[in-house]
């Protein structure tokens, strides 16, 4: 037979707070990973070739006018930066497939292949020469930036 314990235990005191804050904190972190994961998947989907293009051309003006500022003017600074912008120029309107049919798009894209064809025709061979062919550049590119970039 048994026999009733003596000194019954007294309930515990204090609840179960601590254990549900724990669960929440765990909960939380798990939530903030999978967001973080999330986003980062919607990004990745994004298509980052329009932006693409438009840094390296940037970039590539950027060197030619590193070049005009430390007098380094000559065709072989000059050129292979007027020859990768050609190339990228090819690159505006499969860049922009939403822009592709607009006249004004078409329009400056070609203007800007029309002015770095004639750059590679006839190189710059002086600083005056490669100030006055960034100056037409960026013109082209102005005149597109005023009506396509928000």
């Not at 298509?47 to 007098?71: A, C």
């Not at 309107?93 to 590679?120: I, M, Q, V, Y």
Request: with cysteine; proline share 7%; glycine share 8%.
């Amino acid at each position: 037979m048994s026999t009733p314990d003596p000194m019954p235990t007294a309930p515990v005191k204090g609840g179960h707070g601590a254990r549900y804050l724990f669960l929440f904190l765990i909960g939380l972190v798990i939530g903030v990973v999978a967001t973080v994961m999330a986003l980062r998947a919607l990004h990745a989907r994004k298509d980052h070739f329009p932006e693409s293009v438009m840094h390296v051309q940037q970039w590539h003006m950027g060197q030619l006018k590193s070049s005009l500022e430390q007098n380094r003017c000559g065709p072989t600074d000059s050129l292979p930066h007027v020859q990768s912008l050609r190339t990228l120029a090819n690159d505006l309107e499969p860049a922009f497939p939403d822009l592709r049919d607009d006249a004004r798009f078409g329009d400056a894209a070609s203007k800007l292949r029309a002015t770095l064809d004639a750059a590679l025709a006839s190189p710059p061979l002086n600083c005056a020469g490669v100030q006055a062919l960034m100056k037409d550049v960026g013109g082209a590119c102005k005149a597109c930036h005023q009506d396509f970039r928000g």
